[in-house]
């Protein structure tokens, strides 16, 4: 069947009671537009002309393409919403032979005018009013609640196919409805695509179709009511209210989803993630419109399947490097370590034992008893001998301390002690070293992981940009077929068919003319019989087999058959050649002004025949090229996520190689830190002991010298006050030195035995 264009509806129309065969719409007025037609609303699918009849305004529309089981469809969708009416959805009547146009009946919807303004023109009209916005909200809420309640889905909710009447929401447009009963049909359109889920097909169709339109336009609806000035990132584009297929497709690139993520409003950001969540939900899992729903606690990424490869690089962040960073126990330890003071007594000292025990007592008791007793004896000789003999014997008895001192325990201990000492630190020194190196190996550690974390980054992102580009390439291509095909589908008109057929069957008449003039009675000029017969026996019979001809660069003449196949006959120049191609082109234009082909009406069915066929075919090849695009689209998909699931495996393995590395570092660190935390403790110990060592050394150092310097200071007086004596005392007692001198030193060398 031949199905009208909307310039032949809008000519039928002039003349209503002609073509309309309903009672009711046959004594209707067409509205006017400004050159005098018939008022003409063109459609996706169909054409829409309000008329009126008496004081009724009726719409009647009418269909522009062919559709399968359109009538059993409209049959059970108008049965439903009598059985069971609808607030939001105008009744109707489907007429099946409803207009009739070139001797054919045509089918009609017959539904009364409904007045109110298109969704986007009431939007756009009423920006700086959220309030009444908010209650179209409301009203939203209220038709999708009630459609789910009802079973129904309208099919294509979109700005176009949404009327709003005082405020309240009404639907016009039914072809794509479902209603219980249509369960065994597919759906016939997949609705406007900036309000349809891509992941929408042909089998999608049942309850859930409206679920993924409506969260679009009460995402659009609630954040226009929030910032009106959204409204003109969309200001040359007339089909979508904020949201279209390219932000479905593609977020993370959206300029409209950037800026709701901007806005701070936790009604919009719980719609946004709720939006978010669906973009990778097939249309039957998609969740009814709900403002209240609580969305996942984890926000879903950011592309829906055709693009979910835009995840970013699952980098740790800092908390995260804690078990390849120092740990907390380490961090306040100094890179040197401070070696304790080593305290070193000025004084050497000795145990009541040593003392008692050593013959330095004796010896040091004996030379004292001596020393006073001659000072004493002397004190009444003279005053020069009791000092040259002190001078002695404290020189002796100092140098025979130092010796017996350097034999004591104590002074090996001391010895020991300090060596001890010094050792414990130079351990200690060794252990910082260790804990420094352990450090450093951590720090290279930390860092040799950092590197291929930035290594498996840079081939993260570099399998997201390939994938990215290649779905670009991919889109670009598939829009380009896309819109080719849509230009063929406009140059598929039953005039442009029409001529075609006409041409081709011209184009055969015209042949047959050709073919009944015969060369050998031809009238060419310069051909006689003899070149006439040499076109015979060459296959030129007829004015039909010349086609054209040829000079190549030798200027021999080939004479183009019908059939191109060239031929060139000896005698026939370029001169003769011409006058055989003019003869022809005179026949046929002869021929060409005498034919005048008419087609019968079964080539007009035929026509008709063949534009419905091609339509089909286009929408074979349109659905075929979107499986195709999908497909290809998933392909890419899969394998980047695939090279991502291979990044983030290797992850895994390189994080949990550093920090079984860090953590053996962690064991020897802890180990050489007890070891220090030791060595600490046993250097104190030996410091103590060394301070017990001087503090008793001193006591007894202390004792000698009270014991020594009260009697030596005693005598020492009585022997200043002999200096004054007279000189001739004095000499008397010099007299004396040599004997003493002798007695000393016989004491000293042993032969006097003390």
């Excluded at 047959?512 to 000029?525: C, E, G």
Aim: net charge positive; aromatic share 10%; with cysteine.
């Amino acid at each position: 069947m031949f199905w009208p264009l909307p310039s032949e509806y809008q000519s039928a129309l002039q003349y209503p009671h002609f073509c309309l065969l309903d009672d009711t719409l046959r004594s209707c007025i067409p509205e006017k537009d400004k050159l005098g037609f018939p008022k003409a609303i063109s459609g996706s699918f169909a054409v829409v002309f309000p008329v009126y009849s008496n004081s009724t305004k009726w719409v009647v529309r009418c269909f522009s393409q062919p559709q399968k089981d359109r009538q059993e469809r409209y049959a059970l969708i108008s049965k439903y919403l009598k059985n069971n009416p609808n607030q939001y959805l105008p009744d109707f009547e489907y007429i099946a032979n409803g207009i009739r146009i070139n001797g054919q009946s045509f089918p009609i919807i017959k539904m009364k005018w409904i007045e109110g303004e298109l969704l986007d023109s009431f939007v756009k009209n009423n920006l700086s009013n959220p309030n009444v916005l908010k209650r179209l909200l409301v009203s939203l809420i209220n038709l999708i609640n009630t459609l789910n309640k009802s079973g129904i889905a309208h099919g294509d909710l979109q700005h176009r196919n949404i009327l709003v009447v005082n405020g309240e929401i009404r639907l016009i447009d039914y072809d794509g409805m479902f209603v219980p009963g249509l369960e065994n049909y597919s759906s016939c359109e997949q609705g406007h695509p900036n309000y349809q889920s891509p992941l929408r097909t042909a089998s999608s169709f049942g309850k859930y179709l409206d679920n993924f339109s409506a969260w679009v336009i009460y995402l659009s609806l609630l954040a226009l009511t929030i910032d009106p000035n959204l409204w003109s990132l969309n200001a040359n584009d007339d089909e979508c209210l904020l949201l279209k297929k390219s932000d479905f497709l593609s977020p993370e690139l959206s300029p409209a989803l950037t800026k709701l993520e901007n806005i701070k409003n936790p009604e919009l950001t719980r719609a946004l993630q709720n939006f978010y969540n669906i973009l990778s939900l097939s249309p039957e899992d998609i969740p009814m419109l709900d403002p209240q729903r609580t969305p996942p606690k984890t926000k879903p990424p950011k592309s829906i399947s055709p693009e979910p490869w835009l995840e970013p690089f699952p980098r740790p962040t800092n908390s995260q490097f804690t078990i390849w960073g120092l740990p907390e126990w380490i961090s306040g330890i100094s890179q040197t370590r401070r070696i304790i003071q080593q305290s070193s007594p000025d004084m050497v000292t000795y145990s009541n034992n040593d003392f008692r025990n050593s013959r330095l007592f004796l010896i040091v008791g004996i030379l004292l008893l001596l020393f006073d007793v001659s000072i004493f004896a002397l004190n009444y000789v003279s005053p020069i001998y009791p000092s040259a003999f002190f001078l002695i014997i404290l020189s002796s008895l100092s140098f025979l301390l130092y010796l017996e001192y350097r034999k004591s325990t104590v002074f090996k201990k001391k010895k020991i002690l300090k060596e001890q000492i010094i050792e414990v630190a130079n351990q200690i020194d060794q252990s910082s070293s260790s804990q420094r190196l352990f450090e450093q190996k951590m720090s290279e550690v930390r860092k040799d992981e950092q590197k291929e974390i930035d290594k498996l980054e840079v081939l993260w992102n570099s399998s997201s940009i390939r994938a990215k580009e290649k779905i670009e390439s991919l889109k670009r291509t598939f829009n380009e077929d896309i819109i080719n095909l849509h230009n063929e589908q406009r140059t598929i008109t039953f005039n442009s068919e029409k001529n075609k057929m006409l041409s081709l069957k011209s184009s055969e008449m015209l042949k047959a003319k050709l073919k009944n003039v015969l060369i050998i009675s031809a009238q060419i000029p310069g051909f006689g019989e003899h070149f006439k017969n040499l076109l015979i026996r060459n296959g030129i019979i007829c004015a039909a087999d010349i086609k054209d001809i040829e000079i190549d660069d030798i200027q021999n003449v080939h004479i183009i058959r019908a059939d191109r196949w060239p031929i060139h006959i000896t005698g026939i120049g370029p001169t003769k050649a011409a006058e055989l191609v003019r003869w022809k082109q005179q026949i046929e234009t002869f021929w060409r002004n005498q034919i005048n082909p008419t087609l019968s009406q079964s080539e007009l069915s035929s026509i008709t025949n063949n534009i419905n066929n091609k339509f089909l075919e286009l929408k074979v090849k349109e659905s075929t090229l979107n499986n195709s695009y999908l497909a290809k689209i998933k392909q890419i998909t899969s394998d980047c996520l695939a090279e991502h699931s291979a990044l983030a495996q290797r992850l895994i393995w390189i994080r949990k190689q550093s920090a079984e590395r860090t953590e053996a570092i962690k064991i020897d660190l802890a180990a050489s830190k007890e070891q220090e935390n030791n060595l600490k403790s046993e250097h104190i110990k030996k410091q103590n002991e060394l301070a017990t060592l001087n503090s008793t050394q001193n006591s007894h150092t202390a004792f000698i010298f009270r014991t020594i310097i009260p009697v030596s200071e005693n005598n020492y007086k009585a022997i200043s006050t002999k200096i004054t004596r007279s000189k001739k005392e004095l000499s008397e007692e010099i007299r004396g030195i040599p004997k003493f001198v002798k007695d000393i030193w016989a004491i000293i060398t042993g032969r006097i035995k003390l």
